[in-house]
């Protein structure tokens, strides 16, 4: 797609080393809602034009056969980019419409690894952040007991995220979430950044709930 003048200039702006996701987000306030732009900086395939492409999409133009050519492009990408891009398209559009939340609670056996990390993703986010969560706790702990070891890298993180809020607000089930993370010893040996809260589902379970006073 040969870019208009607008999505060029903004494109060249945004192609600068040193753009934060912050800078992003200043650029979409400014621009607010703009579905042909955001097609427009999509095409052009590089990831910081397709995360602010997310940010000024319609979201009542994300119909579903949409969404699957969003994902199919975004499976174009390396893991560190097609999962915040996957992450990113959730939190800023996904989950504003009853629709596509429909949509993202039907993904759990999804042949797709990106939504079923997006499945996960969301009933972590449920919890994390304050949400009151749906009903469904004794049907997925099973589950993550039982796939998290078989599943794709992007989908266990997202499948340990979600044990691991499960545990920090819901003490009924705290120690059978502590339990997965030492019987599956996923993320315990993992490099951890000072001032970061370790995946190692014992220890993040022990620091966030330490945190909250729960």
């Known amino acids: 797609m040969t870019l208009s003048t607008k999505a060029q200039d903004i494109y060249s702006q945004i192609s600068q080393e040193g753009t934060k996701l912050g800078d992003l987000r200043v650029i979409a306030k400014e621009i607010k809602k703009d579905h042909a732009l955001a097609k427009e900086l999509w095409s052009t395939g590089k990831f910081l034009p397709r995360l602010l492409a997310i940010l000024i999409m319609d979201k ?3 119909h579903p056969d949409y969404i699957d050519q969003l994902f199919n492009d975004i499976q174009g990408h390396e893991y560190d980019e097609r999962t915040q891009l996957a992450d ?14 429909a949509l993202i609670e039907s993904w759990e056996n999804n042949p797709s690894a990106i939504k079923r990390r997006i499945f996960w993703y969301y009933q972590g986010r449920l919890r994390w ?6 009903a469904n706790t004794q049907t997925l702990l099973p589950a993550i007991e039982e796939k998290i070891l078989k ?18 607000f819901d003490q009924a089930y705290r120690h059978q979430c502590i339990r997965i993370g030492e019987e599956t010893g996923l993320y315990k040996d993992e490099f951890v950044h000072k001032g970061c809260t370790p995946n190692y589902l014992p220890k993040f379970i022990e620091i966030e709930a330490g945190k909250r006073k729960l």
């Open 151 to 168: 599943e794709e890298p992007e989908v266990q993180w997202a499948m340990n995220f979600t044990a691991g809020w499960i545990g920090v």
């Open 60 to 62: 009542k133009k994300l």
């Open 129 to 134: 952040v304050g949400q009151t969560p749906p």
């Open 88 to 101: 990113w398209l959730m939190a800023n559009q996904l989950t504003k419409d009853k629709k596509t939340v």
